[in-house]
């Protein structure tokens, strides 16, 4: 059983910065590939950003150059720290896992994270 539980989400204005938290059951890590992906009201759920077990990275267009990934392998957590934040940004955001490089085998519960002055 994978379970994965995100932290970190909240309100932040336009241009801020928010960093979101995953902490993973033990077996996952240095073995799947981890996520984020996001939901906005009305909106089908997207892919934002993943990163492979061996580093290879994969944003979404609306997201590069502004979002990170990053993972620890020893603590079990991946990270999407979240700069030049815009409205719509705003979304539910989801952590995920899985064995291709789209990570989407296994979900956390979300966190809510809102950008607006």
């Known amino acids: 059983q994978v379970h994965l539980v995100e932290s970190g989400g909240g309100l932040a204005q336009p241009g801020g910065s928010l960093s979101l938290s995953c902490l993973g059951s033990?077996?996952?890590?240095?073995?799947?590939?981890m996520g984020w992906y996001r939901q906005a009201p009305g909106k089908q759920r997207e892919l934002v950003a993943t990163?492979?077990?061996?580093?290879?990275?994969t944003y979404a267009d609306s997201v590069k150059g502004r979002f990170t990934i990053s993972r620890d392998n020893i603590k079990n957590t991946v990270s999407l720290q979240m700069n030049s934040l815009k409205s719509e940004d705003t979304a539910v955001y989801y952590c995920?896992?899985?064995?291709?490089?789209?990570?989407?085998?296994?979900w956390g519960r979300g966190t809510q994270v809102t950008v607006s002055s």
């Open positions: 995920s896992a899985g064995r291709g490089w789209d990570a989407n085998d296994y």
């Open positions: 033990g077996s996952i890590f240095g073995i799947y590939s």
């Open positions: 990163l492979t077990n061996g580093g290879g990275t």
